[in-house]
């Protein structure tokens, strides 16, 4: 991956899939779980898809994170970057969970599993959640280390 794009470090560029991404991704996942009629078929499977957008984003997210991190060595002294990217390391789990956890969801319906749909409908809205949260905990950091010279 290349470390810069039109002159900007691709991190900064790939963030905004992120941030707009992953709510979305998770709204869509916490209406499959609320919604039975949306788990099976074609909705259901464009769900996953879309959650499966957020993992890859954030994977790339992630990379160029790290590229970034390495390029610039002045940057591992300072403790709000570090902050930020011990963070956004943790985020590919939460996203992975949720696309995960909307599988495990899509199965039950499928297989017509009662018990097994309700625990996952409310694990996966959780999870979900979970997501949106841990993105805005990574991207907080990163504002913060963005701006935290400018008061």
């Known amino acids: 991956m290349t470390y810069k ?6 991190h900064i560029l790939v963030i905004h899939l992120i941030v707009v991404g992953i709510p979305v991704a998770a709204l869509l996942t916490v209406a499959m779980a609320a919604r039975p009629r949306w788990r099976g078929g074609r909705i259901g499977l464009a769900i996953v898809l879309v959650d499966v957008v957020a993992v890859v984003g ?25 902050d930020h990217k011990n963070l956004g390391l943790t985020l590919i789990w939460y996203v992975l969970g949720m696309l995960l956890a909307a599988i495990l969801l899509v199965l039950a319906e ?17 999870v979900a959640i979970a997501a949106v949260v841990q993105t805005i905990r990574v991207g907080d950091a990163g504002a913060r280390a963005v701006w935290s010279g400018y008061k």
């Open 5 to 10: 794009i039109f002159g900007l470090p691709t």
């Open 58 to 82: 954030t994977w790339i997210a992630r990379i160029s994170g790290l590229q970034f991190f390495n390029h610039q060595s002045g940057l591992r002294s300072l403790k709000q970057v570090t």
């Open 110 to 126: 499928k297989y017509e599993r009662p018990p097994l749909t309700t625990i996952f409908a409310i694990a996966t809205a959780a």
